[in-house]
C-alpha cells in the first residue's frame, strides 16, 4: 500500500502524530509519504504559521485562549457557519489535487490536522475521487469546526469517552474511531524502570523527577527545576529534557554544573526511557505527550496549560486522576510532595491511567486504511 499522510507545522504534536503513523506503515512493510500541508503553497509560509504560533501561545497565551473559545462558540451555534480556517483549506486543495496527480495513487489519506482534514472534504463534496480519507484529532476534546471535516470517511478520536461530544454536534457515529493518539511503536513494548535506569546510567533506587518543556517557556522550566532542587530531599534527581532549546540547555547546565543530582538532557530520542525509568513528569497537557506518559504508566504532574486544547485535555485527565495540576510551582511542588508520599496514590493514578492508554493507535488506523484497499 502508498498512504498519504497530512501534517501542519503548529507545535509538534500534528507532526508527532504523523511520523507515529509512518512509522507504522513502514513497519508494516509499506509506503508511507508525510507532507506538511501548508508546504503546498509555500515552506516559508507554513514555517511563519508555525513560528506566529508559537510567539502568540508562549507569549500572548491568553489572546490564543479567546481566539479558541470564540471559534468554539461559533462552531457550536452556528454549525453551518465556514470558518475562514475552512475557505483556507478549500484554497490550497487546489494544490493538493496536483499533489494526489502528480504523486499518486494513494490507498488512504490520513490528515493530522483541521485544515488538511477540511481539504479534503471540500474535495470529496465536489466529486472529487479520492480514497479512504482519516481525520485524525491530537487532543482530547472536540475541536471548533471539527464538523466541517464530516465528508472525510473516519475521524479517529482519542478516547470512547468523546464519542458523545462529536455526536452532539452532528458527527456520525460510525465514522467515530475511538482508536487514540498514534505515538511511537516503542511506547508498546517498555523494559522495566530497573532496566530503563541501567540503561540511562540513573541511578538505581532514588526517586527521579521528569520535567518536560513542551511548549513551557525556558522561563518556567528554569524556576521549575530551581523549585525542585531547592525544595526536595538531596536524595531525589531531577532529569530536564530541554529538547532543541539550546539556549535553556546550557543555561541549566551552567547553573547546575556541580550538581550530581539534576541531569540536563538536549535533543533525545529516548523518551520512552526516561518516562519509563522515572517516578514523576512534570509537563504542559499536549495531547501527544500525555499519550506517551499515560503508556508509560508515569504519574503526572500538569504545569499551567496553554489555553485552549490544552486546557480541555487537563480537565479530562485531571477530572479522572490519570493526572494532578497546578498553575503555580509551589501547587506543582504540593502534588509531588502528596503523590511521592503515597505508594497507594501513585497506584491508584497508573490504575486510572490505563484505562486511556491506546498505545496501537497507528496499527488501528494502518488496518483500517489496509480493509478498506483490499476491498
Known sequence: MKILILSFKAGEGHNAAAKAILERIEHEGHQGIVVDFLGLVSDKLSNAINVSYGGMVKHAPGMFGSFYKLSARVSHRFPRFRSPLYLDSAIISAQLRMLLERTGPYDGIVATHLMPAQALAHLKKHGYSLPV???????????????????????????????????????KREKLCP???PIGLRYASLPTKREARERLGLPKDAPIHLVMGGSMGAGSMQKLVE????????????VIICGNNRALREALVARFAKASRVHVVGFTREVPLYMTACDLLYTKPGGLSTSEAIACGIPMIYTAPIPGCESDNYEFFTDRFCAMGAGSIEGQLHCASRLLASEGLRRRMRTAQKKYAHPDASLEIFKLIEKHAKK
Open 179 to 181: 482508536y487514540g493518539i
Open 133 to 171: 480519507t482519516v481525520a485524525v484529532a491530537t487532543d482530547y476534546t472536540y475541536y471548533p469546526f471539527w464538523q466541517e471535516v464530516a465528508a472525510c470517511d473516519y475521524y479517529v478520536i482519542p478516547d470512547k469517552e468523546l464519542i458523545p461530544a462529536y455526536v452532539l454536534r452532528g458527527m
Open 227 to 238: 523549585a525542585l532542587y531547592r525544595a526536595r530531599p538531596r536524595t531525589e534527581h531531577t
